[in-house]
């Protein structure tokens, strides 16, 4: 179904998920296209980015670093926009901005959450290699991982939105890189596009060991998206000093309840105290006023020469919205996952 | 029984032990005092420093961080000593020096591992206060705790040798520090003698709820030398941006295996990144080379003007040191527990 010019489509959450969330814990409304008041920017969505963190925001009891979405409001997401209308001085109709529309066809903001993107190529990158994924990546890596040329950086969910861009930068500073990835097709596309030095599968019942065989020196920064069991084999790998930025858990979100045991807690203790290990996590948001300048920067630089190459995980329509992001938690993305809402 | 001059008493590891050491795993034996070759140093003990780490090194598998005791050989330990003779040309007869004979009467050095103590009003101040227990606190706190004025600290072993020196430290840097220890008598030592602002017994059936009762701002830095239940009562306590040095987990050095879950892993993982919490590990040997003379100068200052207090925990005997280890691996210190082995 194309957008209207009439009527906001838009999915809400309509019922909290117990585990991996199905498509009855959404619902598709039709509502009028609100009009903006004074000071309001109304705004058309195009893009719209699925990124691992809704799924938190799904349960009641909401991670510390955004609220919880409540029943029957739309699911929240960022965007890239037109603007459709505008009773806002800095904004004109046309205007191309990166915003937080949800996932709906229209939405109004008071512009404070709205940077505009002026005119892109491909404006969905703004959602990906030249946005928030990729910027978690650059923050993460470089100002909690550290890496040192000869590193060995180990970064799961390799050719994700976020570990694509991990493993790329850290070859730039001269690491050894090798991701983790579902699949051979991705294992593939990560040494011989993205040119990691190995990746390995985490489907492979010998992946703990051949994990192992792969980083011969240890590993010193793991940069953590996943969790789980791939984080139980990263483990006894680290090596002395080595650093852990800790992005995202995705193998726990859809957990009702802690795994069963034994408790590996006092093993992660050990670890960090014998091996003096850094374990920090962080959340995006935190660093847009003193680091995204930087990162725009030399991340525009990287793409611009080829020495970063992303990939776009293309769905269309904003229907198939929640089978995207059911996919994405399960793994079944192949890049960054965008849905393309309507083009213009 | 006395030191001898002729004799050397010595314990040695005679079994590795299973959980808490026991008497049996340790055996007192008798040698000829050594004779130092060209270059080397007769030390004679006179105090020996027993701490959590010493457990570690009974297992076959040591930590990273130093050499497993081979059974049959004596137990390792920083001492106090007089130098009894000498082929050393820095070291005369009857220096007073820190040095690390372990559980023995005698033992020889090259020199390079000693420390000339000048004389001393309390020599065994140098194995606690002045030593590598409130240097580890020093470090640990300062370096990766970091604590501001106002902030919270929380720290376990309140009353231990790190710990007591820890919660001084925070105090003079202006921040709120709420102790955890075993037993009213220690609790209450910390807050009226050590000046901690609460102190909760962790024996006590509602430790979980008055440990939150008595942070009611949360925590912005705990020291951890604990770990297992006190752990998991900190853990949801911990503020945005809290940090958390790991000195020990002394709870965990006794267990023959893993806890029964369930995995409390994920939980922490979420907390990492939900609060942006930097959970660091650390050895204190990586330290002396940048930061001993700093604290020797600082805690000097403060121990003289009465600022930091210090309490020894003596205990009077070389054979009663196995017995003093399984008792402070049980928390029954208090204070900073050194075995007197001789006067002088």
Chains 1, 2 share one sequence.
Request: proline share 8%.
């Amino acid at each position: 179904m194309p957008q209207s010019d009439t009527l906001n489509r838009r999915i809400v959450l309509a019922a909290r998920p117990r585990g991996l969330p199905t498509p009855g814990d959404f619902r598709l409304e039709e509502t009028a296209v609100p009009t903006p008041g004074e000071g309001q920017v109304l705004l058309r969505t195009l893009h719209l980015s699925l990124d691992p963190y809704m799924r938190q925001l799904m349960d009641e009891i909401a991670p510390v670093y955004a609220a919880s979405v409540p029943l029957g409001e739309p699911m929240p997401g960022g965007t890239v926009n037109r603007v459709a209308a505008s009773k806002h001085p800095q904004f004109r109709p046309g205007d191309l901005v990166l915003g937080n529309a949800g996932w709906q066809d229209y939405a109004l903001s008071d512009g404070q959450d709205l940077l505009p993107l002026g005119e892109m190529a491909q404006p969905s990158l703004a959602l990906g290699g030249l946005g928030m994924p990729a910027f978690t990546a650059y923050v993460g890596l470089l100002d909690i991982g550290q890496p040192k040329p000869g590193d060995t950086v180990v970064v799961a969910a390799a050719t994700g939105a976020v570990g694509s861009v991990v493993g790329q930068i850290a070859k730039l500073k001269g690491a050894r890189v090798v991701g983790i990835a579902g699949g051979a097709d991705k294992c593939r596309y990560a040494v011989e596009t993205l040119g990691f030095d190995a990746c390995l599968d985490r489907h492979d019942p010998e992946f703990a060991s051949r994990l192992a065989t792969a980083c011969p020196k240890g590993i010193d920064v793991y940069f953590e998206n996943v969790g789980g069991a791939v984080f139980d084999a990263v483990l006894p790998l680290l090596n002395i000093g080595a650093r852990v930025p800790v992005c995202g858990h995705i193998a726990d979100y859809n957990n009702e309840k802690l795994p069963s045991g034994p408790n590996r807690l006092p093993l992660l203790m050990a670890a960090l105290l014998q091996k003096r290990i850094r374990m920090q996590g962080f959340v995006i948001l935190d660093h847009y006023g003193d680091r995204f300048d930087a990162f725009r920067r030399e991340m525009g630089e990287w793409v611009d020469a080829g020495r970063v190459t992303l990939r776009e995980d293309r769905v269309d329509g904003l229907d198939n919205a929640p089978a995207a992001l059911i996919g994405l938690l399960e793994g079944r993305n192949f890049g960054k996952r965008v849905v393309h809402v309507a083009e213009g």
